[in-house]
């Protein structure tokens, strides 16, 4: 055998049982009135170039319970987050001023909301001061400074000095690696769980520690180095693996097929000929590659696609979606599901003509929801998706906030580095 399938075989997965976990709730917290409670939120939103106005403003929603909640109590806030990827450089439309404009329309028990164009300094210092009861102060992008990626310590110690109390509400900042204003500011002063987080952490932590069976994992995106360590965690989980989008795409030239012009990772193939093969294994969870596919030569909405068996794609053919053939495979596994996890859309949902298979798989996923199967969505991709072609969210059992976290944590073999502050001291040890 090869190499690479003898590493996937030289250990199961010892992973962290999340369920047992005990986060430090902000119900825990003593009191809080005249106090300054440093919060990190997930404001990271985007703007339409022509109006300037956020395009989805869900992401400050699922924080209102957390910050409503504190300035009830009499707390003075001072929230930060990161917009996009500025690179530790300032990027105009990248600052927080109009996030925090908009908090205030969002909440009758939100009445000041100051921003100060900075992250810290004397000028941060006297509005930090000059804060009162019940009263925001929203600070700078985070990522404006270089400190932010690298955890350092020096810029950490200037953040935590604006609280007394560190709060997470950020979920999908949550991240494999460490990050200052998620992880290293939160070791510096007392840290508490915001209620969203919490919610993420119950639901998709009860998800993999003691799910209903089947459990049927959705994945699709573009790329596979995001995706394997799902896969390979979730070939132990779950019962079915479905798999769409270009992660797809490396999987069937992996069974041997010719996939055209279709984007894939070519030094993936034999990694996920591997997780193929272990994926017969007795006990494993079935991974489904799909057998056929919409192509076209080029996306948009006046292409002329085909449905074709994956053996006769060929030349300049792209693969832009799951076939029909693939689409009734897929929904007989999700139907017969009890709990169902969905990151990714399946195809190039952005343009109409290619968003049939999602449409099908959204459709049968909410059936099987209203019948009683617990369904996990997530990804930023799939809720555009869900946006764009007006599906409602609230038939699924949960809607994570995070993408990429999702991912992590249902892949990470021991708790994520920003949640490590926020556990009671007897949960700590992994």
């Not at 976990?21 to 170039?49: A, C, Q, W, Y």
């Not at 000041?112 to 929203?138: A, P």
């Not at 919610?199 to 394997?228: Q, R, Y």
Request: with cysteine; net charge negative; charged share 30%.
């Amino acid at each position: 055998m090869c190499c690479t399938y003898n590493i996937l075989h030289q250990r199961a997965v010892l992973a962290y049982n999340y369920s047992a976990m005990k986060l430090r709730s902000i119900e825990s917290m003593p009191d809080v009135k005249g106090k300054n409670i440093l919060i990190r939120v997930d404001h990271n939103v985007t703007f339409d170039p022509a109006t300037g106005k956020l395009k989805d403003d869900r992401k400050l929603k699922l924080t209102l319970k957390t910050i409503e909640y504190l300035l009830d109590r009499g707390a003075r806030l001072i929230l930060m987050t990161h917009v996009g990827r500025p690179k530790g450089k300032v990027v105009e439309e990248l600052r927080t001023r109009p996030i925090a404009e908009h908090l205030k329309t969002i909440s009758d028990k939100i009445s000041v909301v100051k921003t100060v164009g900075e992250l810290f300094g004397d000028n941060v210092d006297k509005e930090v001061q000059s804060l009162k009861n019940g009263e925001i102060l929203y600070l700078e992008n985070v990522r404006f400074f270089s400190g932010e990626k690298e955890n350092d310590d020096e810029f950490c110690k200037r953040l935590a000095k604006h609280g007394e109390f560190f709060v997470n509400e950020a979920f999908p900042s949550l991240h494999v690696y460490e990050e200052g204003s998620t992880c290293g500011t939160a070791k510096l002063l007392p840290a508490y769980a915001g209620f969203y987080l919490q919610e993420e952490i119950k639901h998709l932590g009860s998800a993999i520690d003691n799910p209903k069976k089947p459990l049927v994992l959705i994945l699709s995106g573009a790329k596979m180095k995001t995706k394997i360590t799902v896969i390979k965690r979730f070939l132990d989980l779950a019962d079915h693996i479905l798999l769409g989008g270009c992660i797809a795409n490396t999987f069937i030239a992996a069974r041997g097929f010719d996939v055209g012009g279709s984007r894939h990772e070519e030094g993936s193939i034999e990694l996920a000929r591997d997780l193929m093969l272990e994926s017969e294994l007795e006990g494993k969870a079935t991974i489904q590659v799909p057998r056929d596919a919409i192509v076209a030569t080029e996306a948009g909405e006046e292409a002329q696609k085909l449905n074709l068996p994956v053996e006769d794609i060929s030349g300049d053919m792209k693969i832009f979606d799951i076939g029909k053939v693939t689409i009734e495979r897929y929904k007989k596994e999700i139907e017969s599901a009890k709990t169902i996890i969905w990151n990714g859309p399946l195809g190039m949902y952005e343009y109409n003509r290619f968003s049939h298979a999602t449409k099908r798989i959204a459709e049968s996923v909410c059936e099987t929801s209203k019948k009683g199967a617990f369904t996990i969505i997530g990804g930023g991709d799939t809720l555009d998706f869900h946006s764009r072609y007006d599906y409602p969210l609230d038939s699924y059992g949960f809607v994570s906030a995070g993408g990429g976290a999702m991912l992590e944590f249902l892949s990470a073999e021991k708790p994520l580095p920003g949640l490590i502050p926020m556990m009671e001291e007897e949960a700590v040890a992994v």
